[in-house]
């Protein structure tokens, strides 16, 4: 069984930079198409950014992009969201996910194997 753990989290000042890990030790992350998703208190949860486990192709919510890219390191079996300008509204848990026949990188239903979330705060 998949699992994913994400690292990188922090506090940082509104237009400064964090970048975030998704991680697996067992399994190849370049097998599955990988998407970041994030939940504020009393929101609901939303898509980030994914790439593709076909091609490559990434994708973004339009609130976040231009300033977040998402990139693989496969000999490190990791996934990296780099978040750069960064906005109080972007404040959440970010979790990471995997799937394995994903139609729609923005659908979390379609992914199969979820991390813990790591927490992200923007404030001065």
């Known amino acids: 069984q998949l699992q994913l753990v994400e690292s990188g989290g922090g506090l940082v000042q509104p237009g400064g930079s964090l970048r975030l890990s998704c991680a697996a030790s067992?399994?190849?992350?370049?097998?599955?198409?990988i998407g970041w998703f994030r939940q504020a208190p009393g929101k609901e949860r939303e898509g980030v950014s994914g790439?593709?486990?076909?091609?490559?192709?990434?994708y973004y919510a339009d609130s976040v992009k231009a300033r977040f890219t998402i990139s693989r390191d496969n000999a490190k079996n990791a996934v990296y969201l780099q978040m750069n300008s960064l906005k109080p509204e972007d404040t959440a848990v970010y979790s990471c996910a995997a799937g394995s026949r994903n139609t729609n990188w923005n659908d979390p239903f379609e992914y199969d194997y979820w991390g813990q979330g790591t927490q992200v705060t923007v404030s001065s």
């Open positions: 067992e399994f190849t992350l370049d097998y599955y198409t």
């Open positions: 790439i593709s486990r076909r091609d490559g192709s990434t």
